[in-house]
Nanobody, 124 residues
Framework: QVRLEESGGGLVQAGGSLRLSCTASGRSFEDYAMGWFRQVPGNEREFVAAISVIGESRLYSDFVKGRFGISRNNIANTLFLQMNNLKPEDTAVYYC?????????????????WGQGTRVTVAS
Protein backbone atom coordinates (compact mmCIF):
# COMPACT_ATOMS: atom_id res chain seq x y z
CA GLN A 1 0.00 0.00 0.00
CA VAL A 2 1.29 3.42 -0.97
CA ARG A 3 -0.41 6.56 0.25
CA LEU A 4 -0.04 9.63 -1.92
CA GLU A 5 -0.80 13.24 -1.13
CA GLU A 6 -0.59 16.05 -3.66
CA SER A 7 0.00 19.70 -2.90
CA GLY A 8 0.92 22.89 -4.70
CA GLY A 9 -2.19 23.54 -6.73
CA GLY A 10 -3.88 26.92 -6.87
CA LEU A 11 -4.88 29.84 -9.04
CA VAL A 12 -2.38 31.29 -11.49
CA GLN A 13 -2.51 33.66 -14.44
CA ALA A 14 -1.92 32.35 -17.93
CA GLY A 15 1.81 32.24 -18.63
CA GLY A 16 2.60 31.64 -14.99
CA SER A 17 4.13 28.64 -13.24
CA LEU A 18 3.24 26.20 -10.50
CA ARG A 19 5.11 23.32 -8.93
CA LEU A 20 3.07 20.37 -7.77
CA SER A 21 4.40 17.95 -5.17
CA CYS A 22 3.29 14.45 -4.28
CA THR A 23 4.49 12.95 -1.02
CA ALA A 24 4.41 9.17 -0.64
CA SER A 25 4.23 7.08 2.49
CA GLY A 26 3.87 3.39 3.15
CA ARG A 27 5.77 0.98 0.94
CA SER A 28 9.08 1.87 -0.70
CA PHE A 29 8.63 4.83 -3.00
CA GLU A 30 11.60 3.84 -5.12
CA ASP A 31 9.89 0.58 -6.11
CA TYR A 32 7.28 2.43 -8.15
CA ALA A 33 7.25 4.28 -11.40
CA MET A 34 5.24 7.45 -10.88
CA GLY A 35 2.91 9.52 -12.98
CA TRP A 36 0.74 12.62 -13.13
CA PHE A 37 -2.74 12.63 -14.60
CA ARG A 38 -5.39 15.33 -14.76
CA GLN A 39 -9.14 15.52 -15.05
CA VAL A 40 -11.61 18.20 -15.93
CA PRO A 41 -15.10 17.57 -14.49
CA GLY A 42 -17.18 15.72 -17.04
CA ASN A 43 -14.12 14.54 -18.97
CA GLU A 44 -11.98 11.42 -18.86
CA ARG A 45 -8.84 11.48 -16.77
CA GLU A 46 -5.83 12.00 -19.04
CA PHE A 47 -2.15 11.26 -18.83
CA VAL A 48 0.23 14.16 -18.24
CA ALA A 49 3.69 12.79 -17.42
CA ALA A 50 5.47 9.76 -16.00
CA ILE A 51 8.90 8.90 -14.63
CA SER A 52 10.73 5.62 -14.08
CA VAL A 53 11.84 4.40 -10.66
CA ILE A 54 15.27 6.04 -10.78
CA GLY A 55 14.26 8.89 -13.03
CA GLU A 56 16.30 8.04 -16.11
CA SER A 57 13.21 7.81 -18.29
CA ARG A 58 10.38 10.35 -18.61
CA LEU A 59 7.25 10.46 -20.73
CA TYR A 60 5.06 13.46 -21.52
CA SER A 61 1.78 14.00 -23.26
CA ASP A 62 2.01 16.14 -26.38
CA PHE A 63 0.03 18.98 -24.85
CA VAL A 64 2.55 19.56 -22.03
CA LYS A 65 5.81 18.65 -23.73
CA GLY A 66 8.28 21.50 -23.46
CA ARG A 67 6.27 23.24 -20.73
CA PHE A 68 6.06 20.70 -17.89
CA GLY A 69 8.85 18.74 -16.19
CA ILE A 70 8.47 15.67 -13.99
CA SER A 71 11.08 14.73 -11.41
CA ARG A 72 11.40 12.71 -8.24
CA ASN A 73 13.44 12.60 -5.06
CA ASN A 74 13.59 9.03 -3.81
CA ILE A 75 15.26 10.04 -0.56
CA ALA A 76 12.45 12.45 0.27
CA ASN A 77 9.77 10.13 -1.19
CA THR A 78 8.45 12.99 -3.29
CA LEU A 79 7.33 13.41 -6.88
CA PHE A 80 7.24 16.81 -8.58
CA LEU A 81 5.60 18.39 -11.57
CA GLN A 82 7.02 21.75 -12.63
CA MET A 83 4.45 23.49 -14.79
CA ASN A 84 5.56 26.51 -16.82
CA ASN A 85 3.80 28.72 -19.36
CA LEU A 86 0.45 27.57 -18.07
CA LYS A 87 -2.61 27.91 -20.28
CA PRO A 88 -6.30 28.12 -19.36
CA GLU A 89 -6.77 24.65 -20.88
CA ASP A 90 -4.41 23.27 -18.21
CA THR A 91 -7.12 23.94 -15.63
CA ALA A 92 -7.95 20.59 -14.01
CA VAL A 93 -7.54 18.46 -10.91
CA TYR A 94 -4.10 16.92 -11.01
CA TYR A 95 -3.48 13.46 -9.57
CA CYS A 96 -0.28 11.65 -8.82
CA UNK A 97 -0.19 7.88 -9.10
CA UNK A 98 2.15 4.97 -8.43
CA UNK A 99 2.64 2.01 -10.76
CA UNK A 100 4.17 -1.37 -9.93
CA UNK A 101 6.57 -0.88 -12.78
CA UNK A 102 10.23 -0.05 -13.22
CA UNK A 103 9.70 1.88 -16.42
CA UNK A 104 7.64 5.00 -16.98
CA UNK A 105 4.17 4.28 -18.37
CA UNK A 106 1.31 6.37 -19.75
CA UNK A 107 -1.22 3.55 -19.31
CA UNK A 108 -3.67 4.47 -16.55
CA UNK A 109 -4.60 0.84 -15.82
CA UNK A 110 -1.02 0.15 -14.76
CA UNK A 111 -1.27 2.57 -11.84
CA UNK A 112 -2.31 0.98 -8.58
CA UNK A 113 -2.33 3.85 -6.11
CA TRP A 114 -3.72 7.36 -6.47
CA GLY A 115 -3.71 10.57 -4.51
CA GLN A 116 -6.80 12.65 -3.83
CA GLY A 117 -5.83 15.35 -6.33
CA THR A 118 -4.93 19.02 -6.23
CA ARG A 119 -6.80 21.66 -8.20
CA VAL A 120 -5.05 23.91 -10.68
CA THR A 121 -6.89 26.88 -12.13
CA VAL A 122 -5.33 29.00 -14.85
CA ALA A 123 -7.01 32.34 -15.45
CA SER A 124 -6.88 33.96 -18.86
Amino acid sequence: QVRLEESGGGLVQAGGSLRLSCTASGRSFEDYAMGWFRQVPGNEREFVAAISVIGESRLYSDFVKGRFGISRNNIANTLFLQMNNLKPEDTAVYYCAAARSVTATRIEAEYDFWGQGTRVTVAS
